[in-house]
């Protein structure tokens, strides 16, 4: 399986920051994202049974079989029944599983994001068997956003700068001719081709329910428009937000819409 140079895809500013961000964040010289050679010391070998999406896969440890949710990005839905297809979502699913998919790959923890999501799903770097960080070409190609969930995590720099460089390169879905960086919904799950969105300060973001539709169906999340800050079932104060409210059916619909979750 061949991968892009990533030198060569971020270019010679790009590549500077991104090397200044891995050397801020100690990531081990053997596991730059910005070189080839071998997958980090420490990391698991997998084989990937089943890419779900852009940023899931399932994977067989041993004898054992996971699920396992990239570590800083966020790629449009495409699979969730729940929810239309949305712009840039069949590119990333199929991006995802051209570099994946029945491969041989090596999972890197990040000790400042815990070991598995609320869903059970283990996070972690997935690297090639020749080091390359699948995470960050993702996001140097244009397939998926940088994504940070409540706590920094090792490699945002990288992935930050990486997504900034995208962004200018016009790469993928920061393209005018697909999302240009909006990732709306199609109006069909069946549709072939995600049309370009038009941009909209009124316009009700993916995932989300206006705030006229307000008190929120059991199990969304309540978003404070006042306050930006976005409230979980489970939150102290989720029954007291009952004004000016955003309901949303998933956190990253929230973090999407410019949201901040709840501290408590």
């Not at 729940?82 to 991006?95: D, I, L, M, N």
């Not at 307000?214 to 999340?221: H, L």
Request: hydrophobic share 35%.
């Amino acid at each position: 399986m061949s991968y892009p140079n990533i030198n060569r895809r971020l270019g010679g500013v790009g590549s500077l920051l991104v090397l200044g961000a891995i050397l801020l964040h100690g990531w081990p010289a053997v596991a730059a994202p910005l070189h080839r050679g071998a997958p980090p010391t420490g990391s698991t070998r997998a084989f990937v049974t089943k890419v779900v999406d852009g940023d899931t896969i399932h994977v067989r440890i041993g004898t054992t079989n996971e699920t396992v949710r990239l570590i800083g990005i966020d790629t449009p839905e495409v699979v969730d029944p729940r929810k239309p297809v949305q712009c840039y979502g069949r590119e990333a699913s199929a991006r995802t599983k051209a570099l994946l998919d029945q491969q041989t790959v090596y999972l890197q923890a990040d000790s400042t994001q815990g070991d598995r999501d609320r869903y059970g799903r283990l996070l972690r770097y997935v690297w090639s068997a020749n080091g390359v960080d699948t995470n960050l070409l993702l996001i140097s190609d244009g397939y998926a956003f940088e994504y940070t969930y409540a706590v920094p995590y090792r490699a945002q720099l990288a992935y930050k700068a990486a997504q900034s460089n995208a962004r200018s390169a016009q790469r993928g879905l920061w393209s005018p001719s697909t999302c240009a960086g909006v990732v709306a919904a199609t109006k069909t799950r069946t549709a072939t081709k995600s049309p370009t969105p038009t941009r909209s300060a009124t316009a009700t973001p993916a995932g989300a329910v206006s705030a006229a539709s307000a008190p929120c169906s059991v199990g969304q999340i309540k978003g404070n428009r006042t306050s930006m800050i976005y409230h979980l079932p489970s939150g102290a104060y989720y029954a007291k937000t009952k004004l000016n409210v955003q309901c949303f059916d998933a956190e990253r619909a929230a973090v999407q819409a410019g949201y901040r979750r709840s501290a408590r």
